[in-house]
């Protein structure tokens, strides 16, 4: 049986990013990255791997394109990788790296396939993190001559813009919590880094538009259903001071020009800000931010309930048993997928919604017969594939939906213990193998509607 139609139009597509499947990490000029100078750090990424390799993406492009045909997808989410445009963040382009992303732009394009561009999927330069990072205002004006560079040579071709992917995990999992490149704990710089980020968004939006007529662009930002784990006022707080550092911390700026009044105080009272008077904000820095967007790209993979912990901070209430858990320890939560989509309508009116990435981490049992069977993220995708149909019959203007990942790649400090690929990568031998899933997607994308049963695969 299969569900209503998608809206005529509506795009399927898959992600990826630069740093987690090109490899030639060394390669035609290419300079380090802060994942690359922390990978090296012993105990940084868990199975101590790197991301020289990865899915070799950079010389099996065309492969790669070839399992998006095969998917019949009409879109496809992927990054440049900052340091093989410019190797040490700014300065002369490296012509070898802008020309790799030019040969994938048009091979994208002669298979009939839309990209759509990121611009930061995390890998600053290591040469522009030595120079104070993101918590440096003088990385803003990089960022935008970076997006200048790389949208004056694609930019005819390239009509969808995403300035960063997720601003929060740069933030706090880079700086306040270290579990990220570039590895600190600090969270007041963290905030800053997090303001800097917003700010050369909305600096950067007027470059891509002028270089590339007619564009669409927007942020990715991940957004998670934050629940109380009961109705007490303490347990409602905690979930008020997550989703507001978490959620709100970011889309508040970005369409209301403010950062949210509650969230500010908990940083004040945490010490992590003076005082509300934020210093590195300086005027004018909230309405650049404020830049209409056309679009918002989301991130969705689960939901959080949280309890207020002994000073009152969130603290997550497991809800599942590990068994149900994706791999990454995450719940499945479609239910949080629609409430998150009506609740950014309601309450933000983005003039459009892409989820620019949703998928899971399984692991998948060894291919027999050439195919991997992965009934967990087939029941994913459908079920949050159906969520999302919900949300746009409430009304929500979802126009586009990018499953992670198109394979198997390099999950950052989980290094390649983590799979989320519709295709299984053998990082030895290269070779992609379908999984279920992507024969489920493909099945998605050609009905243009979802099977409201669970399909069988033999
Ligand atoms: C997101 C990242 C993406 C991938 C998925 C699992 O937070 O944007 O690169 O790591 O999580």
Known sequence: MIGPSFPAGFRFGVATSAQQIEGAAREDGRGESVWDHCAAKPGFVKDRSDASRACDHYHRWRDDIALMRELGISAYRFSTGWSRVLPTGEGAPNEAGLAFYDRLVDGLLEAGITPFLTLDHWDLPQALDEKGGWGSRATVDAFVAYADVVSRRLGDRVKHWITHNEPWCVATLGHELGAHAPGRRDPAEALRVAHHLLLSHGRAVPVLRANSAGCEAGLTTMVTHVEPASTSAEDRDAARRLDGSFNRWFLDPLHRGAYP?????????????????????????????????????????????????????????????????????????????????????????????????????????????????????????????????????????????????????????????KRFGLYAVDFESQQRTAKHSARFYRDVVAAHAVPTVVPQYS
């Open 261 to 417: 009044a509650d969230a500010v105080a908990d940083r004040v009272r945490r010490g992590h800000l003076a005082s509300a008077e934020i210093p590195f904000v300086h005027d004018g820095d909230l309405r650049t931010i404020a830049v209409p967007a056309d679009f918002l790209g989301i991130n969705y993979y689960s939901r959080a309930v949280v309890k207020a912990g002994p000073d009152g901070e969130p603290v997550g209430v497991p809800q599942a048993p590990p068994e149900q858990l994706t791999e990454m320890g995450w719940e499945v939560w479609p239910q949080g997928f629609f409430d998150v989509l009506t609740r950014l309508t309601r309450d933000y009116a983005p003039k459009q919604i892409h989820v620019t990435e949703n998928g899971a981490a399984f692991a998948d049992p060894p291919a027999s017969d050439g195919v991997v069977a992965d009934p967990r993220r087939v029941d994913y995708l459908r079920t949050h594939l159906l969520a999302a149909q919900r949300a746009i019959e409430a009304g929500v203007p979802l126009a586009g939906y990018f499953a992670w990942s198109l394979m198997d790649n390099w999950e950052w400090a989980e290094g390649y213990t």
